[in-house]
């Protein structure tokens, strides 16, 4: 069973960087396909980044592409997120997600299944 917990997240200035990552404890998270999402206030749900199960594959939203990585380390279970350039436009609360299908540019809500609790990303201008 995937169970999804990211840390990380707080609160940085424009410009600045952080780093968020997610641990699955069920320690499972190798079989799957990664995402990380985001939501504003009052927005939907957004894509962010995805990677394949190996790692050798990524895929990133046009917003932060250039200046976000994702990553992955299946020997410790986490997929990470690093995020540099930080704009307020990127505060949210950002989710790690786990899903059973293959691909890459897997961009929907719907094409996951196992989602974690989220961290709040805040960026002060």
């Known amino acids: 069973q995937v169970q999804l917990v990211e840390s990380g997240g707080g609160l940085v200035q424009a410009g600045g960087s952080l780093r968020l990552s997610c641990l699955d404890s069920g320690r499972t998270f190798r079989s799957y396909h990664a995402g990380w999402f985001r939501q504003a206030p009052g927005k939907e749900r957004e894509f962010v980044a995805d990677?394949?199960?190996?790692?050798?594959?990524?895929y990133y939203s046009d917003s932060v592409k250039g200046r976000f990585t994702i990553s992955r380390d299946n020997t410790k279970n986490t997929v990470d997120l690093q995020m540099n350039s930080l704009k307020p436009d990127d505060t949210a609360v950002y989710y790690c997600s786990a899903a059973r299908n293959v691909g890459l540019g897997l961009i929907r809500v719907n094409d996951y299944d196992y989602w974690g609790q989220g961290t709040q990303v805040t960026v002060s201008a």
């Open positions: 990677i394949t199960r190996s790692g050798v594959r990524t």
